[in-house]
């Protein structure tokens, strides 16, 4: 099974930036969607940005594009996700994601790391 652990979460102050990174282990498929998920209280889980590992072309949802910025390391075995300009709305816990082969738009992945949280205060 493939294994997710993330970093970097914490506290900063609105318009402040993060980085998250996300690292995998146990990849049994020869292609994987990577992707960032988010859930804040009493809200759904969201997807907010996917990268294949076979041809790097990334997603964003509107809530994030622009801002968010997701890669991968050269070995596809660390994600980031770089977010800057951060807004007390992006506050939630965030979770790394993958799942075998090409279909990245789906909105349940195989695999989720433990999460790291995110607060933004005003």
């Known amino acids: 099974d493939v294994q997710l652990v993330e970093s970097g979460g914490g506290s900063v102050q609105a318009g402040g930036s993060l980085r998250l990174s996300c690292a995998a282990s146990?990849?049994?498929?020869?292609?994987?969607?990577l992707a960032w998920f988010r859930q804040a209280p009493g809200k759904e889980r969201e997807k907010i940005a996917y990268?294949?590992?076979?041809?790097?072309?990334?997603y964003y949802s509107d809530s994030v594009k622009g801002r968010f910025s997701i890669s991968q390391d050269n070995a596809k075995t660390t994600m980031y996700l770089q977010m800057n300009s951060l807004k007390p709305e992006d506050t939630a816990m965030y979770y790394c994601?993958?799942?075998?082969?090409?279909?990245?738009?789906?909105?349940?992945?195989?695999?989720y790391g433990q999460g790291t949280q995110v607060t933004v205060s005003s």
């Open positions: 990268v294949p590992t076979s041809d790097g072309g990334t």
């Open positions: 994601a993958a799942d075998p082969g090409d279909y990245c738009y789906l909105t349940e992945y195989n695999y």
């Open positions: 146990g990849y049994t498929a020869n292609r994987y969607c």
